[in-house]
């Protein structure tokens, strides 16, 4: 039995209905920590502060206007002791350092939650605090599912001093400084084009009961890329967690959902607590889909890139040339990867540009 500290009241029938089959102790709902909120348009802001509408959700004019002092982010990525995970956090954990203190930047202090509950042999390289894993068999092969639980676990024992948090990856790199994209209490998000709340409406109605409000109000993103108060994530996580292991329960959500089951689950959890996110479409660039890296902050390489020597995409295909990070499971890339071939676009051939200065850079890298 895992327990943690009440987080606030809500229905005994919401309760139920987010907790039902799950072997943990429940949390109590908080109620909405946003009132008064707008349902006719979505506002997605770019670097340069423009405005792109959706109709969803409109921002207040008070927020979209809003000048602010400098408001610094902790940075936070779980993470397991596999050589896959560290070799990446290594250089996620390099950037880091060297955009924080540049200019724009409004980064902070940094922390690898170890949720492999024992330390490993990066403790002295990047700030790490460890906490439990799931009881055994609970994530069912589903590894991600211990990072709600992670950040619960985290959030209660862990000293932070800013006010606000940045849930982050290991294959995230920064790629220029990070400002503080949120805005006041609407956290900043990265909008997924395949999470799609309204296309599932069925499914979620299983976790977001119609009291809750249309499911529009189910934001389409995940927990990462995300800056939130501190506060906010607090409320949030127990009941991300709890949703999680629901779906994970339930045949027809988890088969539907699959890999994203956990980011539906944070995106539901947010939307019972009212926390509606501000959609940022310059927070992070995938290759090989985004092919120049302008004025995104973050590359996020999950995707396999694969090219001819003529440097086309060979998506789907084992390309001549290629970077996919899943071919180091058991291990480090090398350090010195060749580049690609002339034609490939600018934003993959940043990507293994940044990789070398990082590898070249991180001492003992070889022997890890």
Same mark, same amino acid.
């Given at each position: 039995?895992?327990?943690?500290?009440?987080?606030?009241?809500?229905?005994?029938?919401?309760?139920?209905?987010?907790?039902?089959?799950?072997c943990?102790?429940?949390?109590?709902?908080?109620?909405?920590?946003?009132?008064?909120?707008?349902?006719?348009?979505?506002?997605?802001?770019?670097?340069?502060?423009?405005?792109?509408?959706?109709?969803?959700?409109?921002?207040?004019?008070?927020?979209?206007?809003?000048?602010?002092?400098?408001?610094?982010?902790?940075?936070?990525?779980?993470?397991?002791?596999?050589?896959?995970?560290?070799?990446?956090?290594r250089?996620?954990?390099?950037?880091? #350092?060297?955009?924080?203190?540049?200019?724009?930047? $409004? @980064? *902070?202090?940094? /922390?690898? &939650?170890?949720?492999? +509950? =024992?330390?490993?042999?990066?403790?002295?390289?990047?700030?790490?605090?460890?906490?439990?894993?799931?009881?055994?068999?609970?994530?069912?092969?589903y590894?991600?599912?211990?990072?709600?639980?992670?950040?619960?676990?985290?959030?209660?024992?862990?000293?932070?001093?800013?006010?606000?948090?940045?849930?982050?990856?290991?294959?995230?790199?920064?790629?220029?400084?990070?400002?503080?994209?949120?805005?006041?209490?609407?956290?900043?998000?990265?909008?997924f084009?395949?999470?799609?709340?309204?296309?599932?409406? #069925?499914?979620?109605?299983?976790?977001?009961?119609? $009291? @809750? *409000?249309?499911? /529009?109000? &189910?934001?389409?993103? +995940? =927990?990462?890329?995300?800056?939130?108060?501190k506060?906010?994530?607090?409320k949030?996580?127990?009941?991300?967690?709890?949703?999680?292991?629901?779906?994970?329960?339930?045949?027809e959500?988890?088969?539907?959902?699959?890999?994203?089951?956990?980011?539906?689950?944070?995106?539901?959890?947010?939307?019972?607590?009212?926390?509606?996110?501000?959609?940022?479409?310059?927070?992070?660039?995938?290759?090989?889909?985004?092919?120049?890296?302008?004025?995104?902050?973050?590359?996020?390489?999950?995707?396999?890139?694969?090219?001819?020597?003529?440097?086309e995409?060979?998506?789907?295909?084992?390309?001549?040339?290629?970077?996919?990070?899943?071919?180091?499971?058991r291990?480090?890339?090398p350090?010195?990867?060749?580049?690609?071939?002339?034609?490939?676009?600018?934003?993959?051939?940043?990507?293994v540009?940044?990789?070398?200065?990082?590898?070249?850079?991180i001492?003992?890298?070889?022997?890890?």
């Open positions: 039995m895992i327990s943690r500290k009440n987080m606030g009241s809500a229905s005994p029938l919401l309760l139920i209905t987010l907790v039902l089959g799950v943990f102790a429940t949390y109590n709902l908080v109620t909405m920590v946003m009132h008064n909120r707008s349902i006719s348009k979505l506002t997605i802001y770019n670097s340069d502060g423009g405005i792109f509408v959706d109709p969803i959700i409109e921002m207040p004019e008070s927020v979209r206007k809003l000048k602010r002092a400098k408001m610094p982010f902790h940075v936070a990525l779980t993470a397991t002791d596999a050589p896959y995970s560290k070799w990446q956090c250089i996620m954990y390099y950037w880091y #350092k060297k955009q924080k203190d540049l200019p724009g930047s $409004e @980064m *902070g202090g940094f /922390t690898r &939650i170890l949720h492999s +509950g =024992n330390p490993d042999n990066l403790m002295n390289e990047i700030p790490t605090v460890i906490v439990d894993p799931l009881p055994a068999g609970l994530d069912r092969g590894i991600v599912l211990n990072r709600p639980w992670a950040f619960v676990q985290w959030l209660e024992k862990a000293t932070i001093e800013e006010e606000y948090v940045l849930m982050a990856e290991p294959d995230h790199i920064f790629v220029t400084p990070l400002p503080n994209l949120a805005h006041g209490g609407y956290p900043a998000a990265f909008p084009f395949y999470i799609k709340p309204d296309q599932n409406e #069925k499914l979620l109605r299983k976790f977001f009961p119609e $009291e @809750m *409000g249309p499911v /529009t109000n &189910i934001d389409p993103i +995940g =927990n990462s890329p995300v800056i939130i108060k506060e906010l994530l607090e949030i996580a127990p009941t991300w967690m709890n949703v999680s292991l629901k779906m994970k329960d339930d045949p959500t988890d088969k539907t959902f699959g890999w994203v089951l956990e980011m539906y689950a944070y995106a539901v959890a947010s939307a019972l607590h009212g926390v509606q996110h501000v959609l940022q479409k310059d927070f992070m660039l995938q290759q090989p889909w985004d092919l120049e890296v302008g004025k995104k902050y973050i590359i996020h390489y999950t995707y396999g890139c694969d090219y001819n020597m003529k440097g995409l060979t998506y789907g295909k084992i390309g001549e040339w290629r970077f996919d990070k899943r071919s180091f499971l291990g480090p890339p350090r010195n990867l060749p580049l690609p071939p002339p034609g490939v676009p600018e934003s993959v051939v940043t990507l540009k940044m990789v070398n200065e990082a590898t070249a850079n001492p003992n890298w070889d022997a890890e």
